[in-house]
């Protein structure tokens, strides 16, 4: 039987360009969210996890195109791959792609904003000749892509994928955001007592999987609907619930096999109350749980991917990752919420993500 590992990995973020130095901000305790008063975004004052300007300059490509060039350029510079072997798919995750053009031009090229045309584009730009794959499910799509990816290598059409996801921070998604009075006035408190909304962030990030023994081994995935609301999460956890424990039994390992939750976190009410339902209902209320909120906000597409390779650096040096501006637990259930780093050995993770329409995924990973 085929396994599916993870042969290199990055993370473009207002934390760094790498992952080494991503991972490293984090284990200080370093948060890319930031104070920002910028009318171009917001009639007032917000906070956000944004690139400083001029760390993107390419004047060719889009601020996220640019940030999906950086970042797959980074794993390719790590990884010997031939990308038109016909036998390495090319997968893109983002919840609003190009919308940056409705902002910068009066009367933008509709066909410039699809997401088929910017993944083309994207891909290209390396000589890789094939369709790329486009996945756009709201804030589950990069955890969503990875699982894609494994299906697809272990399907036998292809050996290896490339899975790059990103989203930008303007002024449409956050005054999307702000109208829900879902975003916070000060910088996310996942699962916090005191928490206000969530806070937004912009990156990308990219891995490479292969049926090559090598890395850390992705595991079962799963995804579930609420079918409850357009925005709004389930109010029992069952859906999430579900997922989490159709990775683990797909992946053979129980609810006591895992070393930490990464957790979506997005410190929204709703959204941690039904998490910490989902997790009670899941048998894992004893394991450790961190939200990565904190350190990145909420980037939408590429949540899933960022959040996903920072758990399989954590898992490698076995370190459980704080959730940073937590400090008293403010959910149903008591659910075990990690506040400072910890070290303990363990062999697996899981990992969730959960978005707008009710979308739902889960995902271990194991040493």
């Known amino acids: 039987m085929r396994n599916v590992y993870v042969a290199a990995d ?38 956000a996890a944004m690139f400083a300007p001029g760390q993107l300059n390419m004047p060719a490509f889009t601020r996220f195109e640019q940030m999906l060039i950086r970042s797959v350029q980074q794993v390719l510079d790590q990884a010997s791959v031939d990308i038109n072997d016909g036998r390495t798919a090319f997968i893109v995750s983002t919840t609003k792609g190009n919308i940056e053009l409705l902002e910068e031009q009066q009367n933008p090229v509709m066909a410039e904003m699809e997401l088929s045309h910017t993944a083309r584009k994207v891909a290209n730009h390396f000589g890789y000749t094939a369709d790329p794959i486009v996945v756009s499910n709201a804030c589950i799509s990069g955890l969503l892509a990875i699982l894609t990816a494994r299906r697809l290598i272990l399907s036998g059409r292809y050996d290896q994928a490339i899975v790059t996801g990103a989203d930008v921070l303007t002024k449409f998604v ?9 975003v916070s006035p000060e910088p996310c408190k996942p699962f916090d007592a005191s928490r206000k909304g969530v806070t937004l962030g912009e990156g990308a990030a990219t891995v490479l999987l292969t049926i090559r023994d090598m890395g850390i081994r992705v595991g079962a995935g799963a995804v579930t609907n609420d079918a409850n609301h357009i925005s709004g999460p389930s109010r029992t956890g069952a859906e999430l619930s579900y997922a989490m ?4 039994k797909g992946t053979g390992v129980t609810p ?71 400090e008293t637990l403010g959910v149903s259930q008591p659910v075990l919420i990690n506040n400072q780093i910890t070290y303990k050995p363990m062999q697996h993770f899981l990992k969730t993500v959960s978005g707008f329409g009710g979308c739902n995924a889960a995902m271990v990973f194991s040493k």
């Open 174 to 182: 956050l005054s999307g955001f702000q109208s829900f009075q879902a």
């Open 245 to 248: 424990g159709q990775a683990l």
């Open 256 to 326: 006591s096999d895992i070393g930490f939750v990464s957790a979506h976190g997005t410190a929204t009410m709703y959204n941690d109350e039904m998490e910490s339902k989902a997790l009670h209902l899941a048998g894992l209320l004893d394991i450790p749980v961190n939200s990565l909120k904190g350190y990145y906000g909420h980037t939408l597409g590429a949540a899933g991917l960022i959040e996903s390779i920072i758990g399989m650096q954590a898992l490698q040096q076995d370190t459980v990752i704080p959730t940073l501006g937590f």
């Open 10 to 47: 990055n993370i473009f973020s207002p934390l760094g360009s790498t992952t080494a130095e991503n991972f490293a901000q984090v284990c200080n305790g370093q948060s890319g969210i930031r104070l920002h008063d910028d009318p171009a975004f917001s009639p007032g004052p917000f906070h």
